[in-house]
């Protein structure tokens, strides 16, 4: 079995710093991480191949040289080859025109059986680009599943959790299925594969290595969307009460707001 | 500081310094107050190929030495000292399989071993023979193709939780520490019972028992070595291992003085933070000083033993007593910059002044140490 799992690396938002006058995120390799929910849709690449002896594992990341060192990350847990689709021409690209640029990867890679992605990017939130994805290769799609398993070679059952009820889905393969951020949590490295990662330079595919590549799609130019402003979010005037002695309606009213938040 | 480690080192560092930091902070102090064996960190280390760095690579371990063992249990010991001779002993019950098992024998255990699938111990010390070794009475008779085990070992660490131990008794008493053979015993033989289990100041997550032998059947193919040869393999091992206790008293060290600058830059009195006193300045740069001479001496040590030298006794028992001593001093040192709070159960230095203590008695006390040290250098000049 044959699965892609697309892996961003986004700025890690404890480090972020914003560029005002591009209106973009600076990014440098110190600052940045593989997103979060990508890792989980990893996770269960990785349980797959656990079970399952002849699972090929390859990453999909699309973004500037920098995060090679944070795609290495990505062998260090077991995965057998990365990919970076790498080429100035994408800078600025949303999600649409990331969609149609990982979509033109995806198919100068191969055939994959099953495509995982993470719900949405840290950075980006659309929750958009997984579902493109899926209608340009014309394959099956399932969103925010928080649970997947192989029934046989081609089919999978799919779960996804909406607040108390489960959904459980069945389908065949070739499918792409986005996954819920903390529905897995990405496992620890292994030493020989750590010992791996340290020689390992990930493939780099430039636009030109694509076929029939619209070049009108990508960058700013071909995107349908832009950024218009950044507005930092100001949490100073949120207020914070000390009981010193605490009653038992005081409680009740704790007690209802935690409830509420779980 | 630079310590030009490979770069296999430093992942294995780096590798060891994750588990510590994100698995094992979060139980030390449970762990030590129920004294609970950490199989489950054991079993992560085991995932992570930890388990085999320093077996060879043709019996599927990882083909490191001693300082890559000593890497981890330094790593693990910043923040659970306890968790670290867990992993430590096995370490200590798998190098006389290393350095005199037969073929048969590493094939046998030293894969499962590397693999986390086994854990090792080592049983020497009994309730009348704890520094003088060579006078212990459990005794292993030849009947046919058997040796029948008889007597009792005391302070047994992973005692119980081991499930290989190797297991010195006397063959021939009237050769005295030559008619002392070792034998590898695996924890279901008949005969072989666990004891009591020792309820200690520190280390409390790490088991620590008693083991008793009666009739207890252990085949020939089972000897370590030649028959009388166990008083070597002891000391051999103990050279190798001795470093172990002194990276474990360096990540103790390290974990005390990491907390005692987090809390002096904190905390505030007379208005200035106790970092601003040149009083806690010095004993901070004292720390400082001391934890980096172990550790340099440490490391020496280890690439000494790794280059295959052929004697290292005193080095290895020089960096043992260095350590541990520095990890007394350091962990006394931070209890007392931290006050009140430094004596309570609240913060992790209270456990580390006690987990220090044992780093000067086990695998032979400091002052026996010395004694090695003093008898190697007046041969030498
Ligand atoms: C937590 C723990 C775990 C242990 N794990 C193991 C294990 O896994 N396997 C194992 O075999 N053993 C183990 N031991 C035993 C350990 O190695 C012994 O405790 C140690 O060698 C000291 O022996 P003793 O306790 O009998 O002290 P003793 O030999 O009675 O010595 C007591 C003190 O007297 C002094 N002393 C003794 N002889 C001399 C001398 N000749 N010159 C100067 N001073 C001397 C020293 O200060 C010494 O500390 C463990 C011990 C502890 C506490």
Redesign the interface.
Known sequence: MKILVCIKQVVNPEKVEYNPETRTIKRNAQHLMNNPADLSALEFALRIKDVYKDVHITTLSMGPSECESKIKELIEVGCDSCVLLSDKRLAGSDAYSTAYALAKAIEKLGNFDLILCGESSLDGETSIVPPQIAEYLNIPHIAFASNIKVLELQRIEVERKVKNTVFKFEVNLPALISVKKESSYL??????F??KA?SYTPQVLSLDDLENFDFSKVGAEGSKTSVDRFVEQCFEDVKCEIYEEIEDAQIECIADLVTRFL | MEYFLSEEQKIIKKLAKRISDEYVSKVAIKYDKEGIFPRDILDLLAYTELTGVYIPKEYGGFGGGVMEMCLVVEELSRNCAGVAVSYAATALGAYPIILYGKEEQKKKYLPKIAKGELIAAFALTEADAGSDVSSIKTTAEKKGDYYILNGSKHWITNGGEADVYVVFAVTDKSKGPRGISAFIVEKEYEGFYCGKKEDKMGIRASSTTELIFEDCKVHKENLLGREGTGFIVAMKTFDRTRPGVAAMAVGIAQGAYEHAIRYAKERVQFGQPLSSFQAIQHMLADMYINIEAARAMLYSTCRMIDSGAKDFSKESSACKVFASDVAMKVTTDAVQIMGGNGYVKDYPVEKMMRDAKVTQIFEGANQIQRNIIASEIIKEY
């Open positions: 496992r620890l490295p292994k030493l020989s750590m010992i340290l």
